[in-house]
Structure formats: structure tokens, C-alpha cells
């Protein structure tokens, strides 16, 4: 289970480092692959996933089983992000190119996965707030 949260950690202080890069253009120059393991927001992100859970370990906090759960449940609400930016970059021909851009088809396969995903994330979200309310 641990080695899952340091990947998660670092994976994610890495991805929101490299968001917080690209999105100043004029800083993202002299940033490379090697260094931005240095930038703030990497610790910052890195740290948060690291010791957050550990809140879950004192006394009156639930258990194993109910923080994976909570936990499993609560990356479904990222999910209509995913399907959206996804079904962006294939229905563009500036970012796939007019040969694999998507058709009619694939679009609407990606309206139905995009709706199959926000439905899955409001149930998520019920779910989670109704685990939070009946530990209080």
C-alpha cells in the first residue's frame, strides 16, 4: 500500500510541477526534466500526499478499510476531467492530426463515456458524503 502512496506522490508533485511550468511560458524555458523535482510546487504537492493520510491514524479516525474506500471512491470525481481532456485532444486535428482525428463514432462513444463519467462521479461524490456524514 505504501509504495502506491510514494508513487502517487511523486507522480502527481511531478504533474502539477510541470502544470505550474507550462503555464508561465516565460519560466518554463529554463525549466527541464532534471530540476523540476527542485521547484516548490513539486514539494509542496509531494509533501501533502505523503503525510495527509496519516491524519487517518489517530484515535477516533476509521479504519483500513473505510479510508480505501473513501479513497477509491473519491479519484472517480476526477474522471469526467480525464474523459473531457481526452475527447478534446482526439477530436482536434491540431493535437492528433487529421488521419486519427475522431470520427462521428468516436465521438459519440465519447459523449457517452463523458456522461457515463460525470454520473459516475456524482454518485461518487453521494457516496462520500454520505460515508462522512453517518461517521460523525
Not at 74 to 97: D, E, F, K
Not at 105 to 134: C, P, T
Amino acid at each position: 500500500m505504501y509504495s502506491s502512496v510514494i508513487g502517487n506522490a511523486t507522480g502527481y508533485g511531478l504533474m502539477c510541477a510541470d502544470i505550474a511550468n507550462v503555464s508561465r511560458p516565460s519560466e518554463a524555458a529554463a525549466i527541464t526534466d532534471a530540476n523540476v523535482a527542485d521547484s516548490s510546487i513539486y514539494r509542496l504537492v509531494a509533501a501533502w500526499r505523503l503525510f495527509s493520510p496519516l491524519i487517518w491514524s489517530f484515535p477516533g479516525m476509521p479504519g483500513f478499510v473505510a479510508v480505501a474506500l473513501i479513497a477509491n471512491a473519491a479519484t472517480v470525481v476526477v474522471l469526467p476531467l480525464l474523459c473531457a481532456s481526452l475527447w478534446y485532444i482526439t477530436a482536434r486535428t491540431a493535437y492528433i492530426g487529421p488521419v486519427y482525428r475522431n470520427g462521428y463514432w468516436e465521438n459519440s462513444l465519447m459523449a457517452g463515456l463523458f456522461a457515463l463519467s460525470v454520473w459516475g462521479a456524482y454518485q461518487s461524490v453521494i457516496s462520500i458524503a454520505a460515508a462522512f456524514h453517518s461517521s460523525l
